[in-house]
DNA sequence: GCGGCATGTTAGCAGTGTAAACATTGACGA
DNA sequence: TCGTCAATGTTTACACTGCTAACATGCCGC
């Protein structure tokens, strides 16, 4: 259901008491300065500053802080998937699988303090076995390399397979963010690692 | 030239005014704080108090809770790079790298949070080219990987595998203390992964 | 029209990192 | 031997944080 069915016709002036969907604004927000600010100086106070609205009136959406981030997260993930799917998509051949792998990574490049946040607040995604995995990224993953290795592949194989391909992006990702590796050489070297 | 040269003969005594060595029993409890709470919940303060010393006597020897940090993650990456050696020196055979990546893992469980911090709090390690990486863990890294790949390998081939190598077991130990990948199952998959 | 409830507000608390001013003391030169 | 000085502590204070409690406003359904 949609957050805020009953609200066509609530008043959107500026200065209006009631605000109309603060909770979106919020999001939009703080989503906004993660894009300049890090996450561990981005402050409710702030947010709601910017918004316009008292420091406050946030607990009337989010139980605590750590709740606005982990909707912060899910947004992340989503728009990682996304993004993925999309580049996907574009190839088309069997490079596709190859393809959510950089699109991986230059979502990681793109917004890394967003990607960050998104590994911090949010668990458990995949897991050996039939069940889907959790999460778009995730479930992409998990349906490529089955795909991959056919339908006569176990659990297991399927499970290492992804687990290995995951992380070979993921550490590259975090690897380059956190400067621990020349950036514009290994970003010469995404096709290579990935390949 | 040792930080404390001239103070052989300094009180040790708890009630005394001066500590004897307040900038390694900072350390040392921040190390120990760090294996109990996670990064965002340390505080000077806290620190300060456990030592029993007042919270602004901490900048006597750092000028900020950030240059604590970097103390620290130094610290951790020269326990990582430590562990890693003697990892490879009882494989001793040609497994001694893989030993390396494995140890590599290990560690990031064992001590989550001074894992973390090594990264977050330390620039640029591995680059192209023939000068040395810096810090241990990277440095063994590179030399493993040219022995392994022989003399007659390139910088940038050089370059490409060891980056491969680092993003494996990097991204493995990210996604396991992130919690993004079933841990027991992951855990048992190492040796495969890395393998 | 009106009452209630969702959604805002202000005030205040405990905790943080850090700057400024003051206190103590161990080591060294007279 | 002793006085001074630099190193190393302390207290106080400030601006900021996340968060709770008590109060204010105004949209919605009756």
Do not use: C
């Amino acid at each position: 259901m949609p957050r805020n069915a009953n609200s066509v016709n609530m008043k959107k002036a500026k200065d209006a008491y009631h605000h109309g969907d603060l909770r979106a604004a919020l999001v939009a927000e703080a989503l906004s300065l993660l894009e300049k600010r890090d996450l561990e100086q981005l402050s409710l106070r702030e947010v709601a500053r910017n918004v316009g609205v008292s420091a406050t009136a946030v607990y009337r959406h989010f139980p605590s802080k750590d709740d606005l981030l982990k909707a912060l997260a899910e947004r992340g993930l989503a728009m990682l998937g996304e993004q993925q799917q999309r580049a996907a998509a574009r190839a088309e051949g069997r490079t596709a699988f190859a393809q959510t792998g950089r699109a991986y990574v230059r979502f990681a490049l793109a917004h890394p303090n967003l990607f960050r946040l998104v590994f911090i607040h949010t668990p458990a995604r995949l897991r050996p076995g039939k069940g889907s995995a959790e999460g778009l990224p995730a479930s992409l993953l998990k349906d490529y390399v089955t795909l991959g290795l056919g339908a006569k592949a176990s659990d297991e194989q399927v499970f290492a397979a992804a687990l290995r391909a995951w992380s070979l992006v993921h550490g590259l990702a975090m690897l380059i963010l956190d400067e621990q590796v020349d950036r514009k050489a290994a970003e010469a070297m995404i096709d290579r690692v990935i390949g």
